[in-house]
């Protein structure tokens, strides 16, 4: 099964989230992601057979992080690929707990493929042509410095993703409490 390792965004925040989402909705070629699914990725682990779900669970019950607070603000995106919001507090703890994640994963054979960058994906573009690129990036310009609110992390989970043509679906296979 395929799986990950997230904070999934606070209800407040996911309601100021929203109205960015909003306006990617009006852009044939950019897929929003879905307000239930906004989560900050600590780590991509792929593919995971059946029989090392457990020991996956196991290892992640090990991190010790005391739960801290967060702040999102701003809106950026990977070359015009990815959109996302920037976490501008907090970061040096999220950036510590993704460490935790990956260190305790190690000895199981997972790698990250690329640095950790705090952020909350908020949507993808497929395919957009010129003119409508440019009226995106006029009706995104608000949300550059945009204040999405603050959350407390108490938690992280394992996440199961079943892709389906609609977008993924995601289910939470295991909650960890920070304390």
Request: overall charge positive.
């Amino acid at each position: 099964m395929r799986l990950f390792v997230a904070v999934d965004l606070s209800d407040d925040v996911r309601e100021k989230v929203e109205k960015v989402l909003n306006v990617f909705k009006d852009f044939r070629g950019v897929k929003p992601v879905e307000k239930e699914n906004l989560h900050i990725t600590l780590m991509f682990l792929g593919e995971v057979p059946d029989r090392r779900v457990d020991v996956v669970k196991e290892k992640l019950r090990d991190i010790k992080v005391d739960p801290f607070r967060i702040r999102l603000k701003g809106l950026g995106d990977f070359n015009f690929r990815v959109f996302w919001i920037g976490v501008v507090e907090g970061e040096e703890r999220l950036n510590l707990l993704a460490r935790e994640v990956e260190n305790s994963l190690k000895s199981l054979g997972f790698r990250r493929d690329k640095d950790f960058v705090a952020h909350a994906t908020v949507a993808r573009v497929k395919k957009l042509d010129r003119s409508d690129r440019e009226k995106l990036v006029r009706s995104l310009e608000i949300f550059r410095d945009y204040e999405f609110g603050e959350m407390l992390v108490d938690n992280f989970k394992l996440k199961k993703s079943t892709l389906t043509s609609k977008g993924p679906i995601y289910e939470d296979l295991e909650v960890y409490s920070l304390e």
